[in-house]
């Protein structure tokens, strides 16, 4: 079951501007994940907050965290073209990750 | 290594028929993991394995499907068949069971097309 959810759907942004994209998830967890996916690849890792922390920085991306809230936000900072991707939160629970349906990103020059 | 991998990247096939798909892992993960995912739609969870054992599997996984990995090596996919509702990219999965933080690799996918 796709347990958390992105928003917005679509965003759409120029160059050197932030992104920010939001996630919210149902249950409790064990740690919340954002992946990263170019059109037709696979997925790729970007960032892990766990849930006894409420912000995390990795280059370009700021996590936060609020499980009082059952949310987290992954900001982009100074985008480029190359961060055209979808972007997807994950939740884990258990054994396995569960995804949201993703943030579609574009970012034009 | 060069991360995972999925064989072929690409499967059309016809309704009713056979299909199994290959995921190699990176060698040191202990933890795999199929994912499907169609068009517009995160990755669905399928199933898990922690070396050789399938420890979890989802109800999307119907008799159809099954999935196994000798030896705690690579892994196959099979399907079963086919219908045409198993179209997708399906998705393996990997990671280390003590290194959590760098969460999972994935590989770059095999997208099913049952026609």
């Known amino acids: 079951s796709q347990q958390g959810e992105e928003d917005p759907q679509a965003l759409s942004i120029q160059e050197g501007e932030n992104a920010t994209m939001n996630c919210s998830y149902k249950?409790?967890?064990?740690?919340l994940q954002w992946y990263r996916q170019n059109s037709g690849r696979g997925l790729v890792h970007l960032i892990l907050?766990?849930?006894?922390?409420r912000e995390k920085h990795s280059g370009r991306l700021r996590v936060t965290l609020d499980t009082s809230k059952k949310s987290s936000s992954l900001l982009i900072t100074a985008s480029r073209a190359a961060d055209t991707a979808s972007y997807f939160c994950?939740?884990?629970?258990?054994?396995?990750?569960?995804f949201g349906k993703g943030t579609s990103l574009l970012v034009t020059p | 290594d060069t991360g995972v991998s999925q064989d072929p990247r690409h499967k059309i096939t016809k309704r009713g028929q056979n299909v199994t798909f290959r995921c190699d892992p990176i060698?040191?993960?202990?933890?795999l993991y199929w994912y499907r995912q169609t068009l517009g739609q995160g990755p669905e969870f399928l199933t898990y394995?922690?070396?050789?054992?399938?420890?979890?599997k989802s109800r999307l996984l119907s008799d159809r499907f099954s999935a196994e990995r000798p030896k705690g090596s690579f892994s196959t996919l099979e399907i079963q068949r086919t219908e045409q509702g198993d179209s997708a990219m399906y998705l393996c999965?990997?990671?280390?069971?003590?290194?959590?933080?760098?969460?999972?690799?994935f590989g770059s996918g095999t997208r099913l097309t049952v026609v």
């Open positions: 907050i766990r849930s006894n922390e």
């Open positions: 060698s040191e993960h202990n933890r």
């Open positions: 249950t409790s967890i064990n740690n």
């Open positions: 999965a990997s990671s280390l069971s003590d290194r959590d933080d760098y969460g999972y690799t």
């Open positions: 394995f922690q070396n050789e054992a399938q420890l979890e």
């Open positions: 994950a939740t884990s629970s258990g054994y396995a990750l569960n």
